[in-house]
């Protein structure tokens, strides 16, 4: 079947625009996870969906961060005001439950000029 | 907090020798750990998982791994590698019952040569 995907793989902005990066995550999934990865930051956790509850946001940078999941599938991180710190490469992950296997996507490369 | 201390941030080594990369987490906790593989230009992967159970963890390609929860360790080792294992090596751990989040070591970048 199909893996996690996201979209776009690329994207440059200029600082100060705001940018949404788009995660579908595998079908039947429950659990969702955004991470950044950077040089010099390794892999940082960002935030996390499970099912209905309430997100998890305890890894999120600042309040320029933000994130959704939609009926519980496709999810969306955005960026408000982007800075030349946000470039890093932006990896969503699935899983059919927590505690699981963690599936990653491409990423999506963000470089802010 | 937990975290995750991968010491070597490079390991070079000829092809058909053995390798170990070393992974060293901090939790009070009880936790669960992964491995993942990052090939040039591709995704991470998973290569092998510990939940429960047996400590010794194997990989389909001839990596393991061992959770020493004494010595708060979980290293992988291959006895014989290949130019084709040339990647970086993710060390990951969960913790049970704080949500699914995994803190991930600083990588350590495996560099088989002929």
């Known amino acids: 079947g199909a893996g996690v995907s996201q979209s776009p793989s690329n994207k440059v902005t200029e600082k100060g625009k705001d940018v949404e990066l788009r995660c579908d995550p595998i079908?039947?999934?429950?659990?969702l996870y955004w991470y950044r990865q950077s040089l010099g930051q390794g892999l940082e956790f960002l935030i996390y969906?499970?099912?209905?509850?309430?997100?998890?946001k305890s890894g999120l940078p600042s309040d320029r961060f933000s994130a959704e999941r939609t009926g519980g599938s496709v999810s969306t991180l955005t960026i408000q005001r982007t800075q030349q710190e946000d470039s890093a490469v932006y990896l969503c992950?699935?899983?059919?439950?927590?505690?699981?296997?963690?599936?990653f996507g491409p990423g999506t490369r963000l470089l802010v000029l | 907090a937990q975290s995750v201390t991968q010491l070597d941030s490079q390991v070079p080594v000829f092809e058909e020798a053995p390798v170990e990369l070393r992974c060293n987490y901090s939790s009070s906790v009880s936790v669960y750990l992964f491995w993942y593989v990052q090939y040039p230009n591709q995704g991470l992967q998973l290569l092998l998982k510990y939940l429960s159970g047996s400590t010794l963890v194997e990989s389909i390609n001839g990596f393991e791994a061992e959770f020493n929860k004494s010595q708060t360790s979980f290293h992988l080792r291959k006895p014989s590698v290949h130019i084709s294992d040339t990647a970086e090596y993710f060390c990951a751990v969960g913790v049970y019952n704080q949500g699914g989040k995994l803190i991930f070591g600083q990588g350590t970048e495996l560099s088989v040569k002929p």
């Open positions: 992950a699935s899983s059919s439950r927590t505690q699981e296997t963690q599936y």
């Open positions: 079908s039947g999934h429950t659990a």
């Open positions: 969906f499970q099912g209905n509850s309430a997100p998890d």
